[in-house]
Structures are given as C-alpha cells and as structure tokens.
C-alpha cells in the first residue's frame, strides 16, 4: 500500500521567515512529485512539481527531492499570511500517473 | 496552468435522489480524468480513475454501482451519486492530467454534496 507521510501540524511561523514542509514516500515507483497548497473550502492549487533530484527553485518556493532517501520538502521562503494553508505532498506512480496524498500539513504564517 | 472545470459547485439533496456532478478539461483534452472525495479535515481519497471510452477504474472500497463514472469525450467526465444518503455528504474533486510532457494534474474548483 502506498503511503506518504507529511509533518504533523499545524505550523506557525512568523511573517518573513522560512517554512519547512516534510514528505516521506513508501513507493520507490513513484516518478513525479507535487506540492499542491489547499485553501479552507477550496480545491488543491498546483504549486510545485520535481522530477529529478536535487532542488527546484520557483520564486520563493523551493522543493527538494531526494528519490534514495524517499524525501521530498517544500521551503517557504519570506512567507506571507496569504500562504496559510494546508500543503499537501503527491508523488505520482503507475501508468496512469495516480497521485497519492499525504494528510497534509496545516500552515499558519503569524503577521 | 490548465483549467478544469467543475458544476455545480453545490448541491443540497434529499436522501434516495441521485445527483450528476460533472467535470470538464477547458483547453485540453483528457483520456483520464481522476475522481477524488474529501471529508471535513482530511485529505483527499482517490475513488476512481476515469477512462475515455473504456470503463473506470474504481479503488478498494469504493462502489462502483453507487458512483457511476462516465467518460462521454475527451473533455468531459461525469459522477453521479446514485440513492444519495447523509454519510455521502463530501466534497467531491476531479482533475485531469496535462500532457503537456509533465503530466501534471490540475484540479477542478469541486462540488459541495450535502445530502438531507
């Protein structure tokens, strides 16, 4: 069964500062990794994809991927209020290319 | 990103009625679409993965005579909730992959089912 593990929350940080969000993966298969960020009420909003190891830098996200350690993390950098959220990590696997949540962690970035 | 459509965005239903929620992929075409249900503070649940011109694939548990899936075009999935009752009250989400070499998926807004 596959399963992804994110940190417990919630997560408070101050305005300004680096939030660090943690996902581990059991499938090896897993090919593609997404960080989707979910609003109260709201469907998953894509904001990252890796496919590779090593970082990906996009404005002030930064994923990381490491495939041997089945790990995966999101940094917020100079996180805002607008980035309170729930951050829900999805590696992708099989021929249909199905994701697999983890539970998600619950952001609140303190003004 | 891709823009995937959903409606209703709610519905409000008696109990033993059925309800259609469809899902459509605006500017792609999508021979899978995925169907997803998520309850108040968890995370979201594949229920089945939706395949154009074939018939869907259902996960573990969930019922397919109960969730009917039909894939009627590359743009276009729908769910019907059949003889809905109060425990099928979630919020259901489909997206659709982009094969824009990424296969990425984007989500669609989803539906709020509440059953009465």
């Known amino acids: 069964q596959k399963e992804v593990e994110q940190n417990s929350g919630p997560l408070s940080v101050p305005e300004g500062a680096i939030a660090s969000l943690n996902c581990t993966y059991s499938d090896r298969g897993s090919q593609s990794f997404f960080w989707y960020r979910q609003y109260s009420g709201k469907s998953p909003e894509l904001i990252m994809s890796i496919y590779s190891n090593g970082d990906k830098e996009d404005g002030r996200f930064t994923a990381q991927l490491n495939k041997a350690s089945q790990y995966v993390s999101l940094l917020i950098r100079d996180s805002q209020p607008s980035d309170s959220a729930t951050y829900l990590c999805a590696p992708s696997s099989g021929s249909a290319r199905q994701l697999t949540f983890g539970s998600g962690t619950q952001l609140t970035v303190l003004p | 990103g891709a823009v995937v459509s959903q409606h209703p965005s709610r519905v409000i239903c008696k109990s033993g009625t059925s309800v259609k929620i469809e899902c459509r992929s605006l500017?792609?075409?999508?021979?899978?679409m995925f169907w997803y249900r998520q309850f108040p503070k968890q995370s979201l649940m594949l229920m089945a993965t939706s395949n154009e011109g074939s018939k869907a694939t259902y996960e573990q548990g969930v019922e397919k005579d109960k969730f009917l899936i039909n894939h009627a075009s590359l743009t276009l999935s729908t769910l019907t909730v059949t003889s809905a009752h109060p425990e099928d009250s979630s919020f259901y989400i489909c997206?659709?992959?982009?094969?824009?070499?990424?296969?990425?998926?984007?989500f669609g807004p989803g539906t709020r089912l509440t059953v009465l």
């Open positions: 997206s659709a992959p982009w094969k824009g070499g990424t296969d990425t998926q984007y």
């Open positions: 500017d792609f075409q999508a021979t899978t």
